[in-house]
Nanobody, 116 residues
Framework: QVQLVESGGGLVQPGKSLRLSCAAS????????MTWDRQVPGQEREAVAV????????WYRDYAKGRFTISKDNRKNTVDLEMNSLKPEDTAVYYC?????????WGQGTQVTVAS
């Protein structure tokens, strides 16, 4: 079955960096684009960054442009999110997601807290 396991979250000071990683299994990883979503309590989950199946194309939410970088390793079946210049408003639970045959799959998420 589809399994996504996120890691790398934690508490970080404003302005610092964090790298999230998602290990995927149970599907043909190289054939699918991947997404990093985030959710703040009380708000809707939203896409932060999307990467194409081959890793050559990416889309970013406006607030992520220039600060976040999504990358995909089809040999290791991982998708990472490098986050720089973090702000308190980036505090959220971050999830990786894959959509297969119209169904979305998420991992358990990893908490990112940006605070001094």
């Amino acid at each position: 079955q589809v399994q996504l396991v996120e890691s790398g979250g934690g508490l970080v000071q404003p302005g610092k960096s964090l790298r999230l990683s998602c290990a995927a299994s149970g599907f043909n990883f190289s054939a699918y684009g991947m997404t990093w979503d985030r959710q703040v309590p009380g708000q809707e989950r939203e896409a932060v960054a999307v990467i194409s199946s081959g890793g050559g194309g990416a889309w970013y939410r406006d607030y992520a442009k220039g600060r976040f970088t999504i990358s995909k390793d089809n040999r290791k079946n991982t998708v990472d999110l490098e986050m720089n210049s973090l702000k308190p408003e980036d505090t959220a639970v971050y999830y990786c997601k894959v959509i297969i045959a119209g169904r979305s799959y998420w991992g358990q998420g990893t908490q990112v807290t940006v605070a001094s």
